[in-house]
């Protein structure tokens, strides 16, 4: 589902409770199986206050991300991490902009657009041309 509300500035779109509680619970359904080191479970306990602490960071023009994290996954494969208050704020982003932005049709990943066998035929039909 998209949120929008066009009649509001963005900035106070991304800033809305509804906004953040809804990145906020796509979070701790993301993260549900991280680590006990994760600093998701700080946040998720510290949630009433990081939240107020965000909107404030938001409307302010203030808000800074931090570094990634680099992490090895339990499958051995390397991977760069964000904290779960930068996750947060960049699936809050996601969730307001996606009102504004147009999205192509080859993005195959969103519902409607064919998913993993459309991208798939795509790139079959595509072969012959390259290699004939």
């Not at 080191?37 to 700080?42: Q, T």
């Not at 991300?65 to 996954?73: M, Y």
């Amino acid at each position: 589902m998209v949120w929008s509300n066009i009649s509001m500035p963005i900035i106070e779109q991304l800033a809305s409770d509804d906004v953040l509680d809804r990145a906020y619970a796509w979070l701790c359904q993301r993260r549900r199986e991280y680590s006990a080191n994760s600093d998701v479970w700080a946040f998720r306990r510290e949630w009433a206050q990081q939240k107020e602490q965000i909107k404030a960071e938001l409307l302010s023009a203030h808000y800074r991300f931090s570094l990634l994290t680099h992490i090895t996954r339990k499958d051995g494969e390397d991977t760069d991490l964000w904290s779960a208050r930068d996750a947060l704020v960049l699936k809050a982003m996601a969730l307001v902009l996606g009102s504004y932005l147009p999205v192509s049709r080859r993005c195959t990943h969103i519902k409607g657009h064919g998913g993993a066998t459309s991208a798939v035929r795509a790139v079959r039909d595509h072969l012959p041309a390259l290699h004939g």
